[in-house]
């Protein structure tokens, strides 16, 4: 934990330093504020973080049950990347479909209709590509829902809707 600071605004000319008499602006003439720490407040501090966009939470919670919803989150916390990526801390390696099943505890038909669903909701994509010769299909997250980062290459918001904004959650509502 770190204290918590706050850079106030003052003019100068209305203190004094008291073992000198001069005016602070005399000794200090480009000062225009100080940082003041609040002892009541503190900055927790982490490594690592989610950061979950209310907006596109009610989204999610509009279109998705309290289970899937949970699942959701659980994937939130595997994304990696400048993309996005849901990641497999254990393996070192992207989630695949079977590695994201087990990893979210789903059967296999009730996981390939929950990946429909995240899919048709703009949620997931799927990102196809080749590695060492072989095709591979990584699996994001749409950053707007959930991230670890604040800078994202720009093609991969071009995969996904604007989750946040109300007219967005106006269409997925007409398609239901």
Known sequence: MKNFNTREKFIPNNYVNKSTGECLESEYPN??????????????DSLEYVVIDSKALEFIATFFSDVEIGRILKMANM???????????????P??????????????????????????????????????????????????????TKTYHKDCLIHFENITEERVRQKHLRLQ
């Open 95 to 148: 989630h695949n479909d079977k590695t994201l099943m087990q990893a979210i505890n789903y059967s296999k038909n009730k996981f390939d209709d929950f990946m429909k669903k995240l899919l048709r909701r703009s949620i997931i994509y799927y990102m196809i590509g080749v590695v060492d010769n072989e095709p591979v299909r990584h699996i994001l997250l749409n950053p707007r829902l959930a991230r670890k």
């Open 31 to 44: 000062i225009s504020s100080i940082n003041v720490i609040n002892p009541e407040l503190v900055v927790l």
């Open 79 to 93: 994304v990696k990347g400048q993309v996005n990526v849901l990641y497999n801390v254990e393996t070192k390696k």
